[in-house]
């Protein structure tokens, strides 16, 4: 009995110290995003990747289309994802009009007031956001060389202007690599193809969300409106 139960708490303790390394692993692990946008003319896809747990688990977004339908249904969207965890892929469209956008907001709201200090918390988050890759290419024309001129130093002074102020909410780990290029040609052109890999931690990541959900029970219904708000995006 004595042998049988040294060899219960030595298999108790290899249990326990597994897990612990486990944990460690998955605090010292990161989550990388990657965004990747294209636009040709009247042409758009984008595609977003994210990976966790050493590249374990992934998930897989694309936009293979955003097609302007008129000023009342606004621009119609089509999105199509997959992950890890089922097989096949999941085909979704939608119409982003004003309506929706109002709602939007009207969801932000919703948070702001369900949760304490949910500004500060974001970008406290933000702050550990590490921007590894940031490239920029923007090829532009007007079909007048003057007008192009002018538009080219505007479009490029916008990107500056964003970069800078990114720069000051996250943390830029390489140069970003910003391109405006005029095309002077007779007929406006517009072209642009943007690629950002982003990467947190994932044991902050795991902090965030702990001192997200303490911020949202300080505040009284606050778990309750976003349960709401979770059961309409998971519809």
Not at 116 to 122: D, Q, T
Not at 199 to 222: E, H, W
Request: glycine content about 6%; hydrophobic content about 50%; charged content about 20%.
């Amino acid at each position: 009995m004595d042998r049988l139960g040294g060899l219960y708490v030595w298999i108790v303790v290899a249990i326990i110290v597994l897990l612990i390394i486990l944990l460690v692993a998955v605090i010292m692990s990161s989550i990388t995003i990657t965004l990747w946008y294209s636009k040709h003319n009247k042409d758009d896809k984008a595609v977003l990747d994210v990976k966790m747990l050493y590249g374990i688990v992934k998930m897989h977004y694309e936009m293979p289309s955003l097609v302007f339908a008129n000023m009342k249904k606004g621009f119609m969207l089509r999105l199509e994802s997959k992950n890890s965890f089922r097989n096949g892929q999941t085909v979704g469209k939608a119409h982003i009009n004003k309506r929706l956008l109002d709602h939007w907001a009207d969801e932000v709201r919703i948070m702001l007031r369900s949760t304490a200090s949910l500004k500060e918390w974001f970008y406290r988050t933000m702050q550990h956001v590490n921007i590894m890759k940031l490239d920029w290419s923007t090829n532009l024309s007007t079909g007048d060389a003057a007008w192009t001129a002018i538009a080219t130093g505007t479009v490029w002074g916008l990107k500056t202007t964003l970069v800078g102020w990114l720069s000051f909410k996250v943390r830029m780990r390489n140069n970003p690599r910003l391109f405006v290029v005029p095309v002077f040609k007779d007929e406006p052109q517009f072209a642009t193809e943007l690629s950002c890999v982003a990467r947190i931690s994932c044991g902050y990541a795991l902090y965030a969300g702990i001192m997200l959900m303490a911020r949202i029970l300080k505040v009284p219904g606050g778990p309750i409106h976003w349960f709401r708000l979770a059961k309409q995006v998971l519809r």
